[in-house]
T-cell receptor, first 111, second 113 residues
């Protein structure tokens, strides 16, 4: 059974710092991995999608990597801003059309 | 303009009632989903629906039933509501199964008293 873990559960950084969020999954038989952002009381916004054949994806200040063999993905945020404060979720798309979510990392960027 | 919309945004109801949550997507996607986010913020897929094929997560009670009047809509009906059904329910859609980015609605916050 696929299990997705995110570390750390919470992270506080001063504005301007670069940071890395980690995601690990137990079964490497995945279609893709997706990173989401969730603001308090709001829905999920898709940030990046990495197909199983890809190693990384970039969008603006965000860069996501995928190492399928080791069951790991990282989300790198450059030059963090207070507006980046949110909960970041990774989700692995695996068999029978299932999306398995991690429990998220709550990021606070301090002005 | 909203890609995936859900109504209502909030739903407060008594135990034992039957309720529905509506979801609509205007993205032309073939596949729609329902997720439940519990109090610990953990998201779990409940259903996916593609071209009249319904895939059900085996842990979902049969009090929950999705209904799709057309490709753009996937409504969630819940019978005999229980306290443990209190959660945030998210609808999502993707162009096809498995390989595509999923786009989420804003969520419906259900509270069962």
């Amino acid at each position: 059974k696929q299990e997705v873990t995110q570390i750390p559960a919470a992270l506080s950084v001063p504005e301007g710092e670069n940071l890395v969020l980690n995601c690990s999954f137990t079964d490497s038989a995945i279609y893709n991995l997706q990173w989401f952002r969730q603001d308090p009381g709001k829905g999920l916004t898709s940030l990046l999608l990495i197909q199983s054949s890809q190693r990384e994806q970039t969008s603006g200040r965000l860069n996501a990597s995928l190492d399928k063999s080791s069951g790991r993905s990282t989300l790198y945020i450059a030059a963090s801003q207070p507006g980046d404060s949110a909960t970041y979720l990774c989700a692995v798309h695996a068999g029978a059309n299932n999306l398995f979510f991690g429990t998220g990392t709550r990021l606070t960027v301090i002005p | 303009d909203t890609a995936v919309s859900q109504t209502p945004k909030y739903l407060v109801t008594q135990m034992g009632n039957d309720k529905s949550i509506k979801c609509e997507q205007n993205l032309g996607h073939d596949t729609m989903y329902w997720y439940k986010q519990d109090s610990k913020k953990f998201l779990k897929i409940m259903f996916s629906y593609n071209n009249k094929e319904l895939i059900i997560n085996e842990t979902v009670p049969n009090r929950f039933s999705p209904k799709s009047p057309d490709k753009a809509h996937l409504n969630l009906h819940i019978n005999s509501l229980e306290l443990g059904d209190s959660a945030v329910y998210f609808c999502a859609s993707s162009l096809r199964l498995a390989e595509e980015t999923q786009y989420f609605g804003p969520g419906t916050r259900l509270l069962v008293l």
